[in-house]
Protein backbone atom coordinates (compact mmCIF):
# COMPACT_ATOMS: atom_id res chain seq x y z
CA UNK A 1 0.00 0.00 0.00
CA UNK A 2 1.19 3.81 -0.73
CA UNK A 3 2.13 5.74 2.44
CA UNK A 4 -1.25 8.32 1.72
CA UNK A 5 -3.47 5.34 2.14
CA UNK A 6 -2.10 4.17 5.22
CA UNK A 7 -3.79 6.44 8.45
CA UNK A 8 -4.50 6.08 11.79
CA UNK A 9 -7.88 7.31 13.40
CA UNK A 10 -6.82 10.50 15.50
CA UNK A 11 -9.19 8.82 18.33
CA UNK A 12 -6.97 6.03 18.33
CA UNK A 13 -4.12 7.91 18.69
CA UNK A 14 -5.78 9.81 21.71
CA UNK A 15 -6.23 6.69 23.60
CA UNK A 16 -2.50 5.62 22.85
CA UNK A 17 -1.59 8.72 24.63
CA UNK A 18 -4.41 8.37 27.87
CA UNK A 19 -3.03 4.37 28.22
CA UNK A 20 0.33 5.78 27.83
CA UNK A 21 0.09 8.13 30.80
CA UNK A 22 -1.60 5.89 32.93
CA UNK A 23 1.24 3.07 32.19
CA UNK A 24 3.87 6.02 33.49
CA UNK A 25 2.09 6.93 36.60
CA UNK A 26 1.44 2.80 37.27
CA UNK A 27 5.08 2.32 36.49
CA UNK A 28 6.29 4.72 39.24
CA UNK A 29 7.70 2.13 41.69
CA UNK A 30 8.87 5.01 44.16
CA UNK A 31 7.37 7.96 45.47
CA UNK A 32 8.24 10.05 48.47
CA UNK A 33 6.89 8.69 51.80
CA UNK A 34 4.44 10.02 54.37
CA UNK A 35 6.17 8.65 56.88
CA UNK A 36 9.96 8.56 57.59
CA UNK A 37 12.16 6.30 55.88
CA UNK A 38 13.25 3.13 57.72
CA UNK A 39 16.77 4.15 59.08
CA UNK A 40 19.90 2.57 57.48
CA UNK A 41 21.86 0.22 60.50
CA UNK A 42 25.24 -1.70 60.08
CA UNK A 43 23.02 -4.86 59.93
CA UNK A 44 19.86 -3.51 57.78
CA UNK A 45 19.23 -1.65 54.60
CA UNK A 46 16.63 0.90 55.26
CA UNK A 47 14.36 3.31 53.22
CA UNK A 48 11.31 2.11 52.12
CA UNK A 49 8.55 0.74 54.57
CA UNK A 50 8.55 -2.46 52.05
CA UNK A 51 11.85 -4.79 52.13
CA UNK A 52 11.52 -6.10 48.76
CA UNK A 53 11.33 -2.33 47.51
CA UNK A 54 14.43 -1.34 49.88
CA UNK A 55 17.78 -0.52 47.68
CA UNK A 56 20.93 -1.90 49.21
CA UNK A 57 23.35 0.31 50.07
CA UNK A 58 26.06 -0.66 47.17
CA UNK A 59 29.22 -2.50 48.87
CA UNK A 60 27.02 -3.90 51.43
CA UNK A 61 25.97 -1.59 54.61
CA UNK A 62 28.63 -3.74 56.76
CA UNK A 63 31.20 -1.19 54.45
CA UNK A 64 29.39 1.70 55.35
CA UNK A 65 31.05 3.47 58.24
CA UNK A 66 28.71 4.89 61.41
CA UNK A 67 29.24 8.40 60.27
CA UNK A 68 27.80 7.88 56.49
CA UNK A 69 25.26 5.70 57.78
CA UNK A 70 24.20 8.47 60.40
CA UNK A 71 24.54 11.49 57.77
CA UNK A 72 22.03 9.02 55.10
CA UNK A 73 19.42 8.62 58.39
CA UNK A 74 19.49 12.51 58.43
CA UNK A 75 18.79 13.22 54.75
CA UNK A 76 15.87 10.39 55.28
CA UNK A 77 14.45 12.59 58.51
CA UNK A 78 14.24 15.82 56.27
CA UNK A 79 10.75 16.83 55.61
CA UNK A 80 10.02 18.60 52.61
CA UNK A 81 6.68 20.42 51.19
CA UNK A 82 5.51 21.61 48.02
CA UNK A 83 5.82 25.20 47.18
CA UNK A 84 2.40 26.47 46.14
CA UNK A 85 2.64 29.49 44.49
CA UNK A 86 5.42 27.77 42.52
CA UNK A 87 3.12 24.76 41.82
CA UNK A 88 0.13 27.29 40.12
CA UNK A 89 2.55 29.33 37.83
CA UNK A 90 4.06 25.92 36.47
CA UNK A 91 0.89 24.57 35.72
CA UNK A 92 -0.09 27.76 34.13
CA UNK A 93 2.41 27.87 31.87
CA UNK A 94 2.56 24.33 30.77
CA UNK A 95 -1.39 24.30 29.95
CA UNK A 96 -0.67 27.38 28.02
CA UNK A 97 1.02 25.40 25.88
CA UNK A 98 3.88 27.88 24.94
CA UNK A 99 6.41 25.50 25.60
CA UNK A 100 8.12 28.62 27.63
CA UNK A 101 10.69 27.29 30.11
CA UNK A 102 11.30 23.78 28.94
CA UNK A 103 7.57 22.99 29.25
CA UNK A 104 6.56 19.98 27.29
CA UNK A 105 3.69 20.73 25.03
CA UNK A 106 0.08 20.59 26.63
CA UNK A 107 -1.17 20.26 23.08
CA UNK A 108 0.22 17.71 20.50
CA UNK A 109 -1.55 19.06 17.67
CA UNK A 110 1.46 20.86 16.41
CA UNK A 111 3.79 17.81 16.79
CA UNK A 112 1.31 15.09 14.99
CA UNK A 113 1.32 17.11 11.13
CA UNK A 114 2.90 15.60 8.44
CA UNK A 115 2.36 16.89 4.84
CA UNK A 116 0.90 14.28 2.33
CA UNK A 117 3.29 11.42 0.68
CA UNK A 118 4.49 12.98 -2.54
CA UNK A 119 3.24 10.35 -4.53
CA UNK A 120 4.30 11.53 -7.76
CA UNK A 121 7.35 13.20 -6.23
CA UNK A 122 11.06 12.54 -7.12
CA UNK A 123 12.84 9.80 -5.11
CA UNK A 124 14.86 12.79 -3.33
CA UNK A 125 11.44 14.34 -2.54
CA UNK A 126 10.27 10.84 -1.20
CA UNK A 127 12.98 10.51 0.75
CA UNK A 128 13.09 13.61 2.20
CA UNK A 129 9.29 12.89 3.40
CA UNK A 130 10.39 9.28 4.75
CA UNK A 131 12.87 10.93 7.15
CA UNK A 132 10.89 14.16 7.73
CA UNK A 133 8.22 11.70 9.14
CA UNK A 134 10.40 9.45 11.03
CA UNK A 135 12.06 12.96 12.88
CA UNK A 136 8.86 13.96 13.37
CA UNK A 137 7.89 10.57 14.50
CA UNK A 138 11.01 11.09 17.17
CA UNK A 139 10.16 14.44 18.41
CA UNK A 140 6.11 12.94 19.08
CA UNK A 141 7.40 10.58 21.38
CA UNK A 142 9.94 12.48 23.39
CA UNK A 143 7.09 14.72 23.88
CA UNK A 144 5.03 12.43 25.23
CA UNK A 145 7.42 11.24 27.39
CA UNK A 146 7.84 15.00 28.70
CA UNK A 147 4.27 15.22 28.86
CA UNK A 148 3.61 12.17 30.94
CA UNK A 149 6.52 13.07 33.26
CA UNK A 150 5.09 16.26 34.02
CA UNK A 151 1.51 14.76 33.99
CA UNK A 152 3.00 12.37 36.88
CA UNK A 153 4.94 15.76 38.39
CA UNK A 154 1.73 18.11 38.83
CA UNK A 155 -0.28 15.34 40.02
CA UNK A 156 1.81 14.42 42.55
CA UNK A 157 2.59 17.69 44.60
CA UNK A 158 -1.01 18.09 44.28
CA UNK A 159 -1.82 15.43 46.46
CA UNK A 160 1.37 16.01 48.68
CA UNK A 161 0.24 19.71 49.24
CA UNK A 162 -2.38 18.58 51.52
CA UNK A 163 -0.48 16.22 53.43
CA UNK A 164 2.06 19.91 54.39
CA UNK A 165 5.14 17.18 54.10
CA UNK A 166 6.85 14.45 53.02
CA UNK A 167 9.86 12.44 53.03
CA UNK A 168 12.85 10.89 50.64
CA UNK A 169 14.58 7.69 51.21
CA UNK A 170 17.97 7.68 50.06
CA UNK A 171 20.61 5.19 49.38
CA UNK A 172 24.51 5.00 48.68
CA UNK A 173 26.92 4.22 46.13
CA UNK A 174 30.02 2.91 46.13
CA UNK A 175 31.51 6.33 46.14
CA UNK A 176 29.52 7.06 49.45
CA UNK A 177 27.84 9.36 47.56
CA UNK A 178 23.99 9.80 49.20
CA UNK A 179 21.33 9.80 46.39
CA UNK A 180 17.13 9.87 46.95
CA UNK A 181 15.78 6.76 45.30
CA UNK A 182 13.33 9.05 43.59
CA UNK A 183 14.09 12.19 41.94
CA UNK A 184 10.64 13.28 41.35
CA UNK A 185 10.05 16.34 43.79
CA UNK A 186 13.61 15.72 44.96
CA UNK A 187 16.54 18.00 45.46
CA UNK A 188 18.62 15.71 43.25
CA UNK A 189 15.79 16.00 40.92
CA UNK A 190 14.77 18.49 37.63
CA UNK A 191 14.43 21.74 37.54
CA UNK A 192 10.65 21.33 37.50
CA UNK A 193 11.14 18.92 40.80
CA UNK A 194 13.88 21.12 42.88
CA UNK A 195 11.77 24.70 41.81
CA UNK A 196 8.81 22.80 43.52
CA UNK A 197 9.92 21.71 46.62
CA UNK A 198 11.01 23.19 49.87
CA UNK A 199 11.64 22.73 53.49
CA UNK A 200 8.97 21.87 55.65
CA UNK A 201 10.23 24.02 58.29
CA UNK A 202 11.26 26.90 57.60
CA UNK A 203 14.22 28.65 60.09
CA UNK A 204 15.98 32.25 59.59
CA UNK A 205 18.01 32.64 56.85
CA UNK A 206 21.54 33.74 58.21
CA UNK A 207 23.90 36.16 56.75
CA UNK A 208 26.49 33.53 55.39
CA UNK A 209 23.28 31.41 53.77
CA UNK A 210 21.50 34.68 52.34
CA UNK A 211 25.17 35.17 50.81
CA UNK A 212 25.01 31.85 48.80
CA UNK A 213 21.40 32.38 48.26
CA UNK A 214 21.86 35.40 46.48
CA UNK A 215 24.71 33.23 44.44
CA UNK A 216 22.45 30.42 43.75
CA UNK A 217 19.82 33.40 42.39
CA UNK A 218 22.59 34.69 39.97
CA UNK A 219 23.04 31.25 38.72
CA UNK A 220 19.74 31.00 37.70
CA UNK A 221 20.06 34.14 35.52
CA UNK A 222 23.22 33.05 33.48
CA UNK A 223 25.60 34.95 35.52
CA UNK A 224 27.29 31.79 36.84
CA UNK A 225 30.85 32.13 35.02
CA UNK A 226 31.75 35.77 37.41
CA UNK A 227 33.12 36.00 40.65
CA UNK A 228 30.88 35.29 43.63
CA UNK A 229 30.91 38.61 44.96
CA UNK A 230 29.86 39.86 41.79
CA UNK A 231 26.74 37.46 41.30
CA UNK A 232 25.86 38.74 45.30
CA UNK A 233 26.01 42.71 43.69
CA UNK A 234 24.12 41.77 40.13
CA UNK A 235 21.33 39.98 42.61
CA UNK A 236 21.40 43.53 45.20
CA UNK A 237 21.83 45.61 42.02
CA UNK A 238 18.61 43.51 40.13
CA UNK A 239 16.67 42.89 43.49
CA UNK A 240 13.86 45.38 42.36
CA UNK A 241 13.16 43.57 38.78
CA UNK A 242 13.17 39.85 40.91
CA UNK A 243 10.52 41.41 43.61
CA UNK A 244 8.32 42.39 40.39
CA UNK A 245 8.82 38.87 38.81
CA UNK A 246 8.18 37.26 42.32
CA UNK A 247 4.55 39.12 41.87
CA UNK A 248 3.69 38.88 38.62
CA UNK A 249 5.69 35.93 36.78
CA UNK A 250 3.32 36.36 33.90
CA UNK A 251 3.70 39.75 33.08
CA UNK A 252 7.64 40.13 33.84
CA UNK A 253 9.67 37.53 31.96
CA UNK A 254 12.73 38.58 32.87
CA UNK A 255 13.14 34.80 34.50
CA UNK A 256 12.44 32.81 31.42
CA UNK A 257 15.71 31.98 29.37
CA UNK A 258 15.82 31.51 25.97
CA UNK A 259 18.43 28.68 26.38
CA UNK A 260 16.84 24.93 25.42
CA UNK A 261 17.87 22.19 27.57
CA UNK A 262 19.50 19.29 25.37
Not at 73 to 80: D, H, I, R
Not at 190 to 206: C, E, H, N
Not at 241 to 260: A, C, F, H
Request: proline residues 5%; glycine residues 4%.
Amino acid sequence: RSYNEISVDPNILLELIRRHDEYQFLRLLYRPMLVPPVPHTADMNGGCLLIDRRKPVVGGISKANELCLSAINKLQTTEWSINQRVLEVMETIYKRNSIECNMPAYDFEEFTFLRPFPENGTSEEKLSWKKDKEDQYARWYKEVQKRAQMEIRLSLSKKLLNTKFFYHAYTLDFRGRAYSICELLSCQGSDFDRGLIKFARAVPQTERGMYWLKVHVANLFDQDKIPFDDRVKWVDDNMDMLRRVGQDPYTNKEWISDKKKK
